[in-house]
């Protein structure tokens, strides 16, 4: 019974970094020994890739200083056994992994839109961002001067959408499909729980019709039909075809998020908003839909990552986006045989955005936590 | 140690991480005997009885129960935990099953008890619990009053010799409270060996054979209900009976 | 006095005529492209119509093992190869993915911290890079393999070559009935016997171990059948004659492109939902299954797996729409399925687009209401009972 509350260090072997490893790799004898393979296959592995990835990879120069215009000067090409990766198709190659076919003289174009791309696009995600209300106004108008930008007319020289390819292609198929398919998603979501059977019922029927057939029988449809739908002398753009396409099956997906958001707000949201006067459209717009879009923002963002990864699958109606521009590079004689390389970069790009925005994701809901907390009184 | 107690806590100590969580913690529980422990938040009364079943593990000191001495050995944890119940503040009925099989899974499991026999025994706790006619019901279509008690039946359903009671009313609410806290009592009277962590102070000061206040890990003073309520020797106990008894 | 009857602020006559308006635009929209699509298919000479689908093909389809096709046969038949080869990697791809992402899931959850953290990379790679990425890789390292003639060998009996894996091909003799006989009548019995231990259970409380008899029974029993019979199994062993591999069978680098591709890519996803399910279990009902002394595999089976298997089954089912649908990217590396035979070829061939997209989609259609349909079942069967 002594009043003092003086508190000890516990016991050695419990904790630091012995009581670490005790807990954590060897707690038992099945653990230890599968600790001790993967350690094992770690530390075979681990060296080996940093060697053939790094240093002993040519990224312009091979082995003799020669500098690397085809796949006969690589290092790996020429000495098999000590060489690494070849880095040098990508060097050499690198306009078209980011710009395609692009004019040379045009692409200040290209990177302009790309800057402001960044422009647009962060201060929204950031609630804190020093006069984001400035910012957002620039955003708003951002698709239409990347329009213009990236097209020409107003006095630009026009780029026909063939010459685009690589990254470029990417993000606009990216950037592009999540941008039209959130509102015409949000359309979609209260569509399908509108009171009016008709619209209720086409609703439906469009998300499930989308969500059960795959994304490449909708690209055929863009690609092949919808020329068909279109009256004489009225042609659609390759690319533009592609972007519809897509757009209406990420809305699908994106309507079913929405709703889900819509379904987890209190009914009594939607009858004190009525019960204060606003109409159907003023209670969605004001109260409903920023509380249904702030719950399923991280699910809104898993979406956007599985579209930005079913970019890829235009190469299969022809177009050139970024891993298009990898395959062409592998078809190409000068450069033959070197697909890991290619392919790795690739995924390395596909992977830094993917993971920025599973990243953002996170901190949205670790940030949304609180905020929902501290409402909650 | 005593010779007659059922449960011997000497020396014990816990940490969890770096923070010192148990310290030096020494109780002795006789038989039939009821003992109410009580403390500020994070005062480690939940941790310290945790420990009575193994659910959470000291690092120093010696627990032992009913001769059992409780160490990483698995057939001595599983021997204590036949022997003592346990009743959470958060219910933990098994939602899939209902009433009657939350009750009658253990036995018939642990036991190797048939089927009807389980059932008749499971009937009979819920008739000490007082809802009986709850048996087919499912745990989610039950109030939290209810559902606690079938809680509390279905650790006797295993014949425990001693009962554990981690805050079990503190998730009610109020008008709730009573119907467990008349079902412990009635438990007590019955002659069973308890150790309840509460804030309910007068359900302790009916049923309690002793007190236990702990404090930041320690235990700073043990005493009978009529000394500890209106003669407490140490002012950290006074500090906090003068909080709690404030409403 | 009454105020003038404002038709349009009633809400009734309202919604009627928005819904009426609606439908009308709709089928002005739906006329108008109906005929311009006639007559930009009758500009370009495409027919319409399904008379196509009794046409002869004209084309060889390098995979199809369930039904032995020629270049005579029809466009219908087209259609079914390529169900038939969609559903086979879909089903596959579905096993197997189901069997690592629990063994991945599972392994997230483990105490240890190396294979926490490998199974977490793995996991991270799938997931962000795209999964027609990963079906190309696969497959430009399958078609790297040596070239048949100096394929790797494997037990002597199987050879792996950048032509795909040629393994014995099982010959089914007569007498092996008896053991297919044997081998579901034993699936018959451990049902029975199933039955009969919780009965017993529940009458006398002594347990049965159900799982190794009737592992006896399967395996054991048609085995013994088997030898007695005297082995009515033999096999057709590949022998590499000249520049190919006679006899035997071939499982087509293709389809085990995609298979491995499928499989890992969905697996990862399958493993994050098992992890979530599991854990969603919340920490309170191990505590309470563990006070009241049942042992560990009991919880694990009685207590958190049901539990945990609620949470589960719909995004699982999900993840097994989505790995139908994407079955659909054979096309990319020329496995032949669906898409690439009926949608691509015998498509480009007709050019009867419209028709053949209308079946492609109808099918993928068919092939997911089923799976939602027996999900929703499913689900509302294992609904907990709330108040």
Redesign the interface.
Known sequence: ???I?E?????VA??GILGWLRMNLFSNWINSLISLFVLYVLIQFIPWILNWTIFAADFKYNFNGEEIINRELCSRVLDPENGGACWAIIYVRFYQFMYGFYPRDEVWRVNLSYIMLAIAVVPLLFDKFPFRKHFLKFTYVFPVIAFFLLNGGLGLESVSTNKWGGLLVTLVLGCTGIALAFPLGIVLALGRRSNLPVISMMCTLFIEFIRGVPLITLLFFGMVMLPLFLPEGVNMDGLARVLVAVTLFQSAYMAEVIRGGLQAIPQGQYEAARSIGLSYWQMNMKVVLPQAIRISIPSIVNTSIGLFKDTTLVIIVGLLDLLGIGRGALADTTWLGLAYEVYFFVSLVFFIFTFAMSRYSLYLEKKLKTGINMGAD | MSEDSIISLQNV?K?F????VL?DVDLQVKKKERIVVCGPSGSGKSTMIRCI?R?EEH??GTIIVDGIELTGNLKNI?SV??E???V?Q?F?????LSVKENIT??P???????????EELAMQQLEIVKIPEQAD??P??LSGGQQQRV?IA??LA?KPNIMLFDEPTSALDPEMIKEVLDVMIDLAEGGMTMIVVTHEMGFAKTVADRMVFM????????AVPEKFFNNP????TKLFLSQILNH | MRSKLNFFSDEKFRSIFFQTLVIGLFALGIFFIVQTTAYNLEKRNIATGWRFLTDPAGFDISFSPFIDFKSTDTHLDVYFVGVLNTLLVSVCGCIAATILGFLVGIIRLSSNWLLVRVAYIYVEFTRNVPLLLQIILWYSILIQLPRVKQSLEFLDIFFISNRGVYSPRPVFETGFSYVFIAIILALISSFLIRRWAKKR???????FPVLSSAFGLIIIAPLILFFIIGSPLSFDYPALKGFNFKGGMVIRPEFIAMFLALTIYTAAFISETVRSGILSV?K??R?????????KS?IMR??II??AL?VIVPPLTSQYLNLTKNSSLGIAVGYADLVHGFGGISLNQTGQAIECMVIVMATYLTISLIISLFMNIYNRS?Q????
């Open positions: 019974m002594n009043e509350t508190s000890r260090k516990p016991p419990t904790t | 100590n940490w991480g770096d923070f010192h310290k079943n659910l690092q120093e599983d935990r036949k003592v119940g346990m959470f958060q933990n009925l098994f939602p899939h899974l253990a018939i499991w642990v036991k190797k008890m048939p089927k009807a026999e389980a019901k499912y989610g279509q809680a279905r650790s295993m404090d930041e890990g320690r235990i700073v003073e043990q020797e140490s002012d950290r | 259970q529940d009458e006398t409380g002594q347990q919340t309170g009902q505590e309470a299954s563990a006070s009241l002394g049942l042992k009991w009685l207590i049901p539990q609620r294992i907990f009972k709330e108040k």
